[in-house]
């Protein structure tokens, strides 16, 4: 631990991060999968996690250490036995971050090669409209996040359980399921939202019309579940079908506002889960049960990505505020012109409690979106979300601390520290 720098994280996170501990999201419906509550005694004393915090006394942890460059934030696999919130940033030396931890996309660029292209031609139909249709955002223009998360964690853990580098087919066809429900979902999202605009062109249903484009969408989604069978897993399934199901209760949770402000923040962060971190988690639980991984590898699988999930839409919720439309591809300040109200909005109202009332109308009135706009830029709102991104990607890190050293692993902690920095 460094000492002589003080950089505590705010108190309305930690009474955040205190209050998420004790929610308990419900996992699988199937009868092999309990309820998950990460900050219960009886999860860290089923995990057998040796130490105790020195600070509160109360979780046996091994938080990551985080750390600050002038890169920004940087997640170092040093791990202490003092809680995230009570440890003391150190200063990382520049270029330390990329010489000791790997980059994420050469690691994997072999295996996600040709995927653009395996998509389309699963995507070929007679239909020529349709097929233009469905391949449209297949241009190899999207970030590939999901689809590299999913062969970084399957061979980290082929290393971690058969000490070899390994992608099984399977495994492979997983990453493919995860692009192609994720695009499929961009498509749906489009329509409900009317968007004109999406990575930086026009989108699907501005140029075709909502109606092809819904149907565009139920047609990728049925290709995923034809390469998803051919896995011939019926765990997997199980698994995966659990994401479209999140999907669809996460837009209309969206859809709705909670009038007790006390349960606003809550309900965000399980619509946050269900529209965005359910694939990332359960697609890297699925490649765990393909590599032979035990329930505890699984928990530690699915834990990574559902918390680096979270915090890759707290960042994109963020840069909906701080990044130009150029940057992003879509309009600055979209959410709150749809009336959606994210983590920079419910932590401004600790300083502005006026932003309530226009919640609850969801920014209808006139100069309701630059009001909420002006608030969020002059309070802690950014700063909180951020915080609030850092401590979940710190437990990201913290699930795969105890899997086989390899650098796979390293660029898992790279990936990361990618999500907190990210521009777009």
């Given at each position: ?144 996040f999901r689809p590299m998360l ?11 359980i058969h000490h070899e580098k ?196 969801r920014f209808s009135e006139s ?58």
């Amino acid at each position: 631990m460094a000492s002589g720098v003080s950089c505590r994280v705010p108190s309305v996170v930690d009474r955040l991060w205190a209050f998420m501990g004790m929610m308990r999201l419900k996992r699988l419906r199937s009868p092999v999968v309990k309820w998950l509550n990460i900050s219960s005694s009886g999860f860290w004393k089923e995990r057998k996690l040796s130490g105790c915090c020195t600070s509160c006394s109360v979780h046996p942890c091994k938080y990551a250490q985080l750390q600050t460059s002038c890169f920004g934030v940087f997640l170092s696999e040093t791990f202490s036995t003092s809680c995230l919130w009570s440890q003391v940033p150190v200063v990382n030396k520049p270029g330390t971050d990329s010489e000791v931890f790997p980059d994420p996309h050469k690691l994997v660029a072999a295996d996600l090669a040709d995927m653009y292209l395996e998509i389309k031609k699963e995507l070929w139909v007679p239909k020529k409209d349709l097929e233009q249709i469905s391949s449209y955002y297949f241009d190899g223009q999207g970030k590939v996040f999901r689809p590299m998360l999913v062969c970084l964690v399957s061979r980290a853990l082929h290393f971690h359980i058969h000490h070899e580098k390994r992608l099984l087919d399977s495994q492979r066809k997983i990453a493919l399921v995860s692009e192609i429900i994720h695009t499929a979902s961009l498509i749906h999202d489009d329509v409900i939202d009317t968007s004109d605009a999406r990575r930086g062109k026009p989108s699907v249903n501005l140029i075709w019309g909502q109606k092809k484009a819904i149907l565009a969408g139920d047609f990728i989604l049925s290709k995923a579940a034809k390469i998803l069978a051919k896995v011939g897993s019926e765990e997997v399934i199980l698994m995966l079908s659990e994401v479209l199901l999140d999907l669809v209760q996460g837009e209309f949770m969206q859809m709705g506002s909670k009038e007790n402000e006390s349960e606003r923040f809550s309900h965000y962060l399980q619509k946050t889960f269900k529209k965005t971190a359910s694939l990332m988690a359960y697609t890297c639980k699925a490649v765990a049960y393909l590599a032979g991984a035990d329930e505890e590898l699984q928990e530690s699988a699915f834990q990574y990505g559902r918390n680096v999930g979270i915090a890759f839409q707290l960042i994109d919720d963020l840069l909906d505020f701080v990044s130009s439309q150029a940057e992003m591809g879509k309009p600055a300040t979209a959410d709150l012109r749809l009336g959606l109200a994210t983590a920079p909005v419910l932590f401004a109202c600790e300083k502005f409690p006026e932003l309530n009332f226009l919640i609850m109308r969801r920014f209808s009135e006139s100069n309701d979106v630059e009001r909420a706009y002006e608030a969020v830029m002059k309070s802690d709102g950014l700063e909180h979300t951020r915080m609030l991104a850092q401590k979940h990607c710190t437990e990201a890190v913290r699930h795969i601390t105890l899997w086989s050293d390899c650098l796979e692993k390293k660029a898992l902690v790279t990936l990361a520290n990618k999500v907190l920095n990210r521009k777009k």
